[in-house]
């Protein structure tokens, strides 16, 4: 008897990433890694009454850098006379897994200035990424993928271009993509940012693998090691005493934060 061959609909979610990925593809993409050593932090975090994640924390230490480095706030925009656009503010595009009747989703929150906010509270963004409701934190994602599928590829590509401050919004200056949750590693992964973090789980002995994602166009091999390294200092210092505050400090309630653009 042969064997039976379903076919399933193309939906747009699935549109949607594949034309992320696809345009990504055009982007010359090199990844930096480097092992840090975060036995201090992962203590401190361990012993912080609140539940902070991995994620929270690279995605403030990461902003920290960027908010020193402005190369990291730069993306290169296409046209007849290219151009290195920066700007003031990091953004941060997270990558979510969600779960609906569909199946399993993935949907890219975006959170503004990240550097200026508390652990605690993009512990809860980040929350709020998992379990309100998707036409809530993901309207705009939604929107786009009800878009055919040529128009929503002019779209992307017309923003992945942009020169204002709009494309910030709308792409996200750096992007942070893990499965370190799932105990695996997605170090090489596309990206419409002109950096991606990624990280695999930290080890017994504290170490932890970081990569680095970056365009080539905007940013060579030594630039990308330099951020690591402040990466890692920012984890060691900046975090690990926010961290430590965490512990001492009286438990405070939490401006409610703002839903995903």
């Not at 929270?56 to 151009?83: D, H």
């Not at 200035?113 to 963004?125: A, D, G």
């Not at 786009?144 to 709308?170: C, T, Y």
């Amino acid at each position: 008897m042969p064997p039976i061959i379903t076919t399933s609909r193309f939906t747009g979610a699935r549109g949607c990433v594949s034309d992320i990925a696809t345009l990504a593809l055009r982007v010359p993409l090199f990844p930096v890694d480097r092992v840090m050593q975060l036995t201090d932090l992962a203590n401190a975090r361990a012993a912080c009454p609140e539940r902070i994640g991995w994620a929270a924390i690279f995605l403030k230490a990461y902003a920290l850098v960027a908010r020193e480095m402005p190369v990291l706030r730069t993306w290169f925009s296409r046209g007849l006379f290219p151009r290195l656009v920066t700007v003031p503010h990091t953004v941060a595009t997270l990558a979510v897994n969600r779960t609906d009747a569909a199946g399993d989703r993935l949907l890219f929150a975006r959170l503004r200035k990240p550097e200026t906010e508390s652990l605690v509270e993009i512990q809860r963004f980040i929350r709020d990424c998992t379990t309100e409701p998707l036409d809530r934190m993901f309207k705009r994602q939604l929107q786009l993928e009800m878009v055919p599928g040529p128009l929503r590829r002019a779209i992307l590509r017309w923003n992945m271009n942009g020169r204002s401050a709009k494309r910030a919004s709308r792409i996200g200056t750096f992007s942070l993509s893990t499965l370190a949750g799932l105990g695996a590693s997605n170090r090489f992964h596309p990206t419409l940012c002109t950096t991606s973090l990624s990280y695999t789980p930290v080890e017994a002995d504290g170490r932890c693998t970081v990569t680095l994602i970056a365009d080539h166009r905007v940013l060579d091999g030594a630039v990308v090691a330099r951020a690591l390294q402040w990466l890692e200092q920012a984890l060691q210092t900046d975090i690990a005493a926010e961290l430590s505050a965490l512990r001492s400090a009286p438990p405070a309630a939490v401006a409610p934060q703002r839903a995903a653009a």
